[in-house]
């Protein structure tokens, strides 16, 4: 390791070296406001605060430094902004051009930072948080900022462009790119956690003897160009239907809105935040008591019909519902019309002869039934899940559903 490049992981020293670089005298000064709160108040002790304000003009960092002495009060995320701002500013002054380039790879926590420690060892590395930080090359000031999360890291490469473009490249043939998430919204409320779509676990052809003779891929392709924005997915447990959604996802390279909860699909501004997200498609999984019919006193979908779905469809985004109800005779007719709805798929367990097709093309042998249950159809689960110690390991860690 160079010994003309310090290695920090801390975000305090950060902070010094970059002050250094920034001058005092800007043009427009940052007022800064200082107030000390009562020592007690009704018998109990209080830290001092400070309050940083900003009016018409820039942050002087050392300012903030000075008044803060060897506390700093701000959140990470405003310190993330500072150290971008104070590091693109040095760049600027120095009449050096700035692009930025990101990319979204799967990578973990302990992946990534075992990489970009040993790649990046002669640079300054610092987090400022357990799953954040920059990387900073001496001299130049080019850096990278990286967020990850629990099995996604999040990058961003600031510099000129052919760092920039040097550094994506080198991390994406590293570690598989991210394409599609899935925002998987579990509460009413609207929190969710957007989580990667894994790409190694895919659906094929032979899951879904339904297709006939087109493949999933043209499948796929004539529902996100057809006019019709609604999906509907009926079959029992374990027959496939997330799994599909997946591969759609997938070939599609597109990201969805993922929720369990129909109570959600009540509220307007969920259907505000589907249309202006960056995600193509809404999937309701086990979504029985939405699609009953209005007769039965379903109000979800009087609701639905009156305001999401034009919503919806006035941007082309799609809706997939997914139900474990036996039949279309439960479902209010109103979704189910021609125009509004593309396709009606029944998922049902596999006969024996699609059981054993399906499990020639993974390479396995087919689970063995007990005498008298000899004809008892398969669930794709089911052939998935029993495999012979004979199968490749590849095979051994293909499963069925979302994660």
């Not at 948080?129 to 990286?146: A, C, H, M, Q």
């Amino acid at each position: 390791m160079s010994q003309a490049v310090k290695v920090t992981r801390s975000v305090r020293e950060l902070l010094d070296r970059l002050a250094g670089n920034v001058d005092v005298m800007a043009t427009r000064q940052t007022k800064i406001s200082r107030h000390k709160a009562k020592q007690r108040r009704n018998g109990k002790k209080f830290l001092n605060r400070y309050v940083l304000g900003a009016e018409d003009g820039i942050f002087n960092l050392k300012e903030i430094m000075k008044y803060n002495n060897d506390n700093i009060f701000l959140g990470v995320s405003d310190i993330e902004d500072l150290i971008c701002s104070e590091i693109i500013r040095s760049r600027v002054d120095a009449n050096q051009s700035t692009v930025q380039r990101d990319t979204t790879v799967l990578a973990n926590r302990d992946t990534w930072k075992q990489w970009a420690e040993l790649r990046f060892q002669d640079w300054m590395f610092t987090q400022d948080s357990s799953s954040s930080g920059f990387i900073v090359e001496p001299d130049t000031n080019n850096f990278i900022k990286f967020s990850v999360n629990s099995n996604s890291t999040e990058v961003r490469v600031f510099g000129d462009m052919r760092f920039a473009d040097e550094i994506i490249a080198q991390i994406e043939k590293k570690f598989s790119v991210v394409t599609s998430y899935i925002e998987w919204i579990y509460s009413s409320d609207g929190n969710s956690v957007n989580v990667p779509l894994n790409r190694d676990r895919l659906p094929i052809k032979e899951m879904y003897p339904f297709l006939g003779d087109e493949s999933l891929e043209s499948y796929y392709d004539r529902y996100m160009e057809s006019s019709a924005n609604i999906l509907l997915l009926i079959g029992p447990p374990g027959t496939g239907k997330t799994t599909f959604i997946r591969g759609l996802l997938a070939h599609r390279s597109c990201s969805a809105i993922v929720t369990y909860d129909a109570g959600i699909l009540e509220k307007d501004g969920f259907f505000a935040r589907f249309i202006e997200d960056d995600a193509e498609v809404m999937v309701l999984e086990d979504s029985d008591a939405f699609l009953k019919s209005r007769s039965d006193g379903n109000t979800m979908m009087h609701r639905f019909l009156n305001v999401g779905d034009g919503l919806v469809t006035t941007k082309g985004k799609k809706m997939i519902f997914s139900t474990n109800l036996p039949s279309i005779r439960d479902i209010d007719s109103a979704l189910i019309r021609p125009g509004r709805c593309f396709d009606i798929v029944t998922f049902e367990p596999l006969a024996v002869d699609q059981a054993q097709t399906l499990a020639k093309a993974l390479g396995v042998e087919l689970p063995v039934r007990p005498r008298g249950k000899e004809m008892q159809k398969y669930s794709i689960a089911e052939v998935f899940n029993e495999q012979t110690e004979q199968m490749n390991k590849s095979i051994q860690t293909r499963k069925v559903g979302f994660i």
